[in-house]
């Protein structure tokens, strides 16, 4: 379905005044910027799908349902938290609500705080809700803010999820940057109980440790997005914001790829994203253990260029090739995609090795299914069974 987007249809929002309103149009800015030319290599290109040319089914056998915590999404592909709280940020929100709307992927917004902070700035993420009133929405505020806080983002979007970012890099460099992090995790505690709604964990682009979700699942934490390297890059957005020099920190963190391979089994329900670039990265995520993969930048860059209507036709071709590369590896879904074999190859291999992780099960998953079989139900990348329906 062709998107609406007559010109002039809605008005954009006498943008905040403020430093704040200032960080986030550099963010925009910074982040299309790293965009230009061809995408960069990154440790999802370490990760190789084994092609059994006789293990193909039916498209029509392929489902993009998926089931991510409490919740069953319409296709294992989601649009990332990015922006907000400026005219731009409205026109960029409005183009992506509107292509969620029309293919019925869920969308995040970008961090709530500063429309909590200054009013002004609401009207460019109520804009998500109003323009894609049936869809799944996920507010977005960072680690450091209130259960109230949470549930004002909530209210203001009318969410299904609340996505908690824990930025600790990004804060570190960014110029007028926190600098006290010793109470996020109970901070956290008191989100997830008091937000009102099922809450996701993500970073934004450093990535979350086998550790760390360990940690999140404690605490109760049912998903968690972990949202390597390899994307977006924060440190660098923010070091191009500073008089000295910290370029430096532009390879701090993890990918999402290492993250995923020291996952724990006792963890949340994992989403990927961070350096997502194709619909291959995509299925290579669920191979690895992701429920879903998110895209932020490559959408950013299509809703600036392209409005709703590129948003639109961008994203029908993600999920198209994503159901067709299913197919192709003889997986029903995305879940199924973990019974595929895989080889990690180069730095994401030495960086598993080096954390204790063996990857020989990876590479031999198909061993057990008896020939002339598509996919099925497999395990997690540690080995572990996984239910599916």
Not at 146 to 163: G, M, N, P, T, W
Not at 205 to 223: K, N, P, W
Not at 337 to 364: C, K, N, P, W
């Amino acid at each position: 379905m062709a998107a609406e987007n007559a010109p002039g249809r809605v008005a954009a929002p006498v943008p905040p005044a403020g430093l704040a309103a200032s960080r986030k149009e550099d963010h925009i800015r910074l982040a299309h910027e790293q965009r230009r030319g061809p995408a960069a290599r990154n440790d999802f290109d370490d990760v190789e799908i084994v092609h059994h040319a006789l293990d193909g089914i039916d498209i029509d056998d392929v489902s993009l349902e998926t089931r991510v915590g409490p919740w069953t999404w319409s296709a294992p592909l989601y649009i990332n938290g990015m922006t907000g709280g400026t005219g731009t940020a409205h026109t960029v929100n409005r183009a992506l609500a509107i292509a969620a709307r029309e293919t019925g992927v869920p969308m995040a917004s970008g961090s709530v705080g500063i429309a909590l902070d200054d009013p002004a700035a609401a009207a460019s993420f109520r804009v998500i809700r109003e323009e894609n009133p049936d869809g799944f929405v996920m507010a977005n505020i960072g680690a450091g803010r209130s259960a109230e806080d949470a549930r004002r983002a909530v209210d203001l979007l009318q969410a299904d999820a609340l996505q908690l970012h824990l930025n600790a890099v990004q804060e570190t460099i960014m110029p007028e940057g926190e600098r006290s992090f010793s109470g996020w995790m109970r901070g956290l505690e008191e989100v997830v109980a008091g937000a009102g709604v099922p809450v996701i964990v993500k970073e934004v682009g450093f990535g979350l440790s086998g550790r760390t979700l360990r940690r999140l699942a404690e605490a109760g934490v049912q998903v968690a997005d972990v949202s390597g390297r390899g994307g977006t890059n924060f440190a660098r957005i923010e070091a191009a914001r500073r008089s000295d020099d910290v370029s430096y920190l532009g390879t701090f963190g993890q990918s999402a790829v290492a993250c995923l391979l020291e996952a724990p089994a006792e963890g949340p329900d994992l989403l990927a994203s961070g350096g997502v670039r194709t619909p291959l990265d995509a299925v290579r995520s669920y191979a690895l253990g992701a429920r879903a993969a998110g895209v932020a930048g490559p959408f950013l860059t299509v809703a600036l260029e392209g409005g709703a209507e590129g948003a639109v036709d961008e994203i029908t071709a993600w999920l198209a090739r994503i159901a067709e590369l299913l197919a192709l590896v003889g997986a029903r879904s995305a879940q199924e995609a973990l019974s595929t074999d895989v080889l990690v190859r180069g730095a994401a291999r030495e960086g598993a090795q080096l954390r204790g992780i063996d990857l020989t099960a990876l590479t031999h998953r198909t061993d057990s299914r008896p020939l002339g079989s598509g996919a099925v139900p497999s395990s997690r990348p540690d080995g572990t069974d996984t239910e599916e329906a």
